[in-house]
Nanobody
Framework: QVQLVESGGGLVQAGGSLRLSCAAS????????MGWYRQAPGKQRELVAT??????TYYPPSVKGRFTISRDNNKAVYLQMNSLKPDDTAVYYC??????????WGQGTQVTVSS
């Protein structure tokens, strides 16, 4: 089992920045890919960023150039969010995936961007 706990969410004005953190505990040696997802009210959960065990990253066009994902081995994963927009408002979730493809999720942290 892997436990993930997010922190760092909050209220920020458009154009501002936030840094999200996700602390991992438990069987962290089994974690391969880690990532961030978000879900806005009435919308499906969507991918924000992923980072592999060796540091390969992926961003969808909606956040590329504004968000940066990083990780501290399997202990933590971070999301630096710059130039935030009201459309970035959502609950942000941390996810870890083990080598068997099983997903672990955190409880989420709210990010609200005011215009």
């Amino acid at each position: 089992q892997v436990q993930l706990v997010e922190s760092g969410g909050g209220l920020v004005q458009a154009g501002g920045s936030l840094r999200l953190s996700c602390a991992a505990s438990g069987s962290i040696a089994a974690v391969n890919t880690m990532g961030w997802y978000r879900q806005a009210p009435g919308k499906q959960r969507e991918l924000v960023a992923t980072i592999s065990r060796i540091g390969t990253t992926y961003y969808p066009p909606s956040v590329k150039g504004r968000f940066t994902i990083s990780r501290d081995n399997n202990k933590a994963v971070y999301l630096q969010m710059n130039s935030l927009k009201p459309d970035d408002t959502a609950v942000y979730y941390c996810k870890g995936q083990n080598y068997a493809g099983f997903d672990y999720w955190g409880q989420g942290t709210q990010v609200t961007v005011s215009s």
